[in-house]
């Protein structure tokens, strides 16, 4: 199984890239954002693999990152949504905004994406909410090894205290998708002891810029 492949960049498409390594030319395919962030043609690039094997078909699809690579995999375990599909929401949207997304559970978002219809937008919020919920506000945009992590000691606030805050602005007549943002912002400033109140107030200011 291919889990990873660095070569050079042969010639590429809307949802696909040839790498050469060692003069192998493997046909991978990718989501338009991950395209964008690859070098030019004749450029080195590395990229992790997906496998699927099918009885006419093994396609690699490749990403630049473990955050997207795992999104691919979450948005397939929803009826309705193959591999094509996922490509395409990855193309418009980021790891964390999906995850604002499927919190928020802003169906009208996901209806942007070509092949996402009301139904299917519908399933991905209603049964990937409980899966993002249990991960901490920020995953996938602070990184604890990071030189600011190591030089402050700071993590996120928890769980329980960045939702009250999040509803409270939302209460506060603020878009639920908004809210979220703010606080993820400025949960990964103020750090794991920060109190409801100092989320409250610091979302109130990035809201307000």
Not at 45 to 61: A, F, K, Q
Not at 164 to 185: K, M, P
Request: charged share 20%; aromatic share 6%; hydrophobic share 40%.
């Amino acid at each position: 199984m291919i889990a990873k492949l660095t070569g050079t960049v042969d010639s590429s498409g809307d949802d696909w890239l040839i790498l050469d390594v060692n003069g192998v030319g493997y046909l991978i395919f990718c989501s338009r954002k991950t395209l964008s962030s690859l070098p030019v043609d004749g450029g080195v690039s590395s990229l992790l693999i997906e496998t699927h094997v099918r009885e006419d078909h093994i396609h690699l699809y490749g990403f630049q990152g473990t955050g997207e690579k795992a999104w691919f995999s979450l948005l397939q375990t929803v009826q309705g949504v193959g591999a094509k599909v996922a490509l395409a929401i990855l193309s418009l949207f980021g790891s964390d905004e999906l995850t604002q997304i499927v919190v928020a559970a802003d169906k009208t978002a996901l209806t942007r994406v070509s092949g996402v219809g009301p139904k299917v937008a519908g399933r991905i919020t209603a049964e990937l909410k409980e899966k993002v919920s249990k991960m901490d506000l920020g995953a996938g945009t602070f990184d604890p090894k990071s030189s600011e992590a190591k030089t402050k000691g700071a993590s996120v606030p928890s769980q329980t205290a960045a939702g009250d805050a999040v509803s409270a602005l939302v209460n506060l007549g603020y878009g639920r998708v908004d809210a979220f943002g703010a606080i993820a912002t400025v949960g990964r400033s103020l750090g794991a002891e920060a109190t409801i109140e100092q989320l409250i107030t610091e979302g109130l200011k990035e809201l307000a810029k």
